[in-house]
């Protein structure tokens, strides 16, 4: 058998219904997981200490997960690989136009091949490996009690046109309680998880009432993979049972006699509902008169199978012992994987939200709802971000790197306020740079500003910065050219030992030369002369 990874939904559902007081042998009749992994996380939760009247928080159930999920794969038995030698050699036998039944696959093993291996261990090797099942006799399945159990199904009605006057096909999901055979009939264009939440919601609120159990078929709203003895449940699906408190018994593929008490009536709402009837393009109508049917019609009619009312029968026996209906709509979510980018993000419903370092270039799971987003690494939930609309970004600087946090963010104040750290006039000549009206053109100059700080230090930038700033020169280039010919100068004496000027200009004069008004001392020698 295939590896089965046992995700959060799954092992919350194995606890859910051990708390309920089903055994591990019923946990696996529902086709959750096998006998044998069921027993391990009930004896792992009982070993924590876990009663059946706690609360089943995300810690409990990791914590529960991984103390099961952490252990060396088991090594198949002799008679597992001699079987898995014959494969071929089973399957032409099993899959032949007239079929051999497995006792004689068994002795043709044993006398043609040499293979040693039990019968039971045949049985669950074509289970497992080959998706064989025996041919199952027709017995009569009694009925459930009142209140346990609904079967649900979608039927195709037929041709209607919508708002926008285009001719569509149009589905109704049946919800059949199987005690009374009282039905709720939702019409819809699609056949979507959110539709199939919004169908049973509004089937809960028809009822008054939450059956414990369900049956539907492998609709593909509600199953990832049909399989005939280990489908998997859609994760969204799964939390919306958890959330109404029922079980799910899915009907096996192609096997419409799993499910009879609503598969029969699909034909049924097909002609007495909907044929013959002329339907407004407004969907909301078509519902109501939908439920107007079921409730007035379909629902006082003697049944033909139970030759009682199902209405009547459904308001004495079963209301009373339904499950509480909810009070709020379900939010439902969606299950998907996202891949986390060089620059921390992920995207999401055509969102980005941001992860640690350490996850950059990993895949991880994501649950998506109305108002959050969080990413999980097996059963663990390694962040969470409130829900942007598309085109949004959601980023925690924490997520970053301490020394990339500024250069994420792009904040002008915390740029000035690591100028400030290196000196004072650094960060007067950082304030100067970033004062216009778009600081965000500047701010290469004020990383720049800093990297000088790094390489020539910071006292001779905040030299360079005092004598920029007193001659109103804002131009970091300008700066780093200073510092870089006193660093030469400092170069050139620290090699020869002398200390060498910088070129006097040929037509350089005394700044008396330049004065407008006569210097005292030159008038007065002026009139000495005189």
Request: with cysteine; hydrophobic share 40%; charged share 30%.
């Given at each position: 058998m295939a590896f089965r990874e046992m995700n959060m939904i799954d092992v919350r559902e194995v606890l859910r219904r051990w708390q309920a007081g089903q055994s591990?042998?019923?946990?696996?009749?529902?086709?959750?997981?096998?006998?044998?992994t069921v027993k391990r996380y009930i004896d792992v939760a009982v070993e924590c200490g876990v009663e059946r009247t706690d609360v089943l928080t995300d810690e409990i159930v990791a914590m529960i997960a991984q103390k099961v999920q952490e252990r060396p794969a088991i090594e198949?038995?002799?008679?597992?690989?001699?079987?898995?030698?014959?494969r071929k050699r089973i399957e032409g036998w099993l899959n032949q136009e007239e079929p051999l039944v497995l006792t004689r696959v068994h002795e043709l093993l044993e006398r043609d091949c040499g293979v040693k291996a039990s019968y039971r261990t045949l049985v669950r090797f074509a289970h497992r490996e080959l998706d064989w099942r025996e041919r199952a006799p027709t017995v009569r399945v009694n009925d459930s009690a009142p209140g346990d159990e609904a079967q649900v199904d979608f039927g195709r009605m037929g041709y209607v046109r919508d708002s926008e006057g285009k001719r569509r096909w149009l589905w109704a999901l049946i919800v059949t309680l199987t005690f009374s055979r009282y039905?709720?009939?939702?019409?819809?264009?699609?056949?979507?998880?959110?539709?199939?939440?919004?169908?049973?919601?509004?089937?809960?609120?028809?009822?008054?009432?939450?059956?414990?159990?369900?049956?539907?078929?492998?609709?593909?709203?509600?199953?990832?993979?049909?399989?005939?003895?280990?489908?998997?449940?859609?994760?969204?699906?799964?939390?919306?049972?958890?959330?109404?408190?029922?079980?799910?018994?899915?009907?096996?593929?192609?096997?419409?006699?799993?499910?009879?008490?609503?598969?029969?009536?699909?034909?049924?709402?097909?002609?007495?509902?909907?044929?013959?009837?002329?339907?407004?393009?407004?969907?909301g109508e078509i519902r109501a008169h939908a439920e107007i049917w079921c409730h007035d019609v379909a629902g006082v009619r003697v049944h033909g199978t139970t030759r009682k009312v199902p209405r009547?029968?459904?308001?004495?026996?079963?209301?009373?012992?339904?499950?509480?209906?909810?009070?709020?709509?379900?939010?439902?979510?969606?299950?998907?994987?996202?891949?986390?980018?060089?620059?921390?993000?992920?995207?999401?419903?055509?969102?980005?939200?941001s992860l640690?370092?350490?996850?950059?270039?990993?895949?991880?799971?994501?649950?998506?709802?109305?108002?959050?987003?969080?990413?999980?690494?097996?059963?663990?939930?390694?962040?969470?971000?409130?829900?942007?609309?598309?085109?949004?970004?959601?980023?925690?600087?924490?997520?970053?790197?301490?020394?990339?946090?500024?250069?994420?963010?792009?904040?002008?104040?915390?740029?000035?306020?690591?100028?400030?750290?290196?000196?004072?006039?650094?960060?007067?000549?950082?304030?100067?740079?970033?004062?216009?009206?778009?600081?965000?053109?500047?701010?290469?100059?004020?990383?720049?500003?800093?990297r000088l700080c790094d390489k020539f230090g910071a006292a001779r930038v905040?030299?360079?910065?005092?004598?920029?700033?007193?001659?109103?020169?804002?131009?970091?280039?300008?700066?780093?050219?200073?510092?870089?010919?006193?660093?030469?100068?400092?170069?050139?004496?620290?090699?020869?030992?002398?200390?060498?000027r910088l070129p006097q200009g040929r037509f350089a004069r005394d700044s008396t030369s330049f004065a407008t008004m006569a210097q005292p001392d030159v008038a007065k020698e002026k009139g000495d002369e005189r």
């Open positions: 591990a042998r019923q946990i696996d009749k529902s086709k959750v997981a096998d006998r044998k198949p038995s002799d008679e597992w690989k001699e079987l898995e030698r014959e039905m709720f009939v939702w019409p819809t264009y699609v056949q979507t998880i959110v539709a199939l939440c919004g169908a049973l919601d509004a089937a809960w609120k028809f009822f008054g009432g939450v059956v414990r159990w369900i049956i539907p078929d492998n609709m593909a709203a509600a199953v990832m993979r049909a399989h005939p003895t280990e489908p998997q449940l859609n994760p969204s699906f799964a939390e919306y049972a958890q959330a109404r408190g029922f079980f799910v018994d899915l009907a096996r593929a192609r096997h419409p006699k799993d499910k009879p008490r609503v598969e029969n009536q699909v034909p049924y709402v097909r002609e007495r509902w909907f044929a013959g009837e002329t339907f407004s393009s407004e969907l009547e029968l459904y308001e004495r026996e079963e209301r009373a012992r339904m499950l509480p209906p909810p009070e709020a709509p379900f939010d439902v979510p969606t299950w998907t994987k996202a891949k986390i980018h060089p620059d921390h993000h992920a995207q999401v419903s055509r969102g980005l939200y640690p370092t350490r996850y950059i270039g990993h895949e991880l799971k994501v649950r998506v709802d109305s108002v959050s987003v969080r990413f999980y690494v097996g059963t663990e939930v390694v962040k969470t971000h409130a829900r942007v609309p598309p085109g949004g970004r959601s980023t925690d600087e924490n997520d970053y790197p301490s020394e990339k946090v500024s250069y994420a963010f792009r904040s002008v104040d915390r740029l000035k306020a690591q100028a400030k750290e290196r000196g004072e006039q650094v960060g007067a000549y950082a304030e100067r740079l970033l004062s216009g009206p778009l600081p965000w053109t500047k701010m290469r100059q004020a990383y720049g500003l800093l905040n030299s360079a910065c005092a004598s920029a700033l007193a001659f109103d020169v804002v131009d970091v280039p300008r700066i780093e050219r200073m510092l870089k010919a006193a660093h030469k100068l400092e170069e050139g004496a620290a090699t020869t030992g002398k200390v060498t």
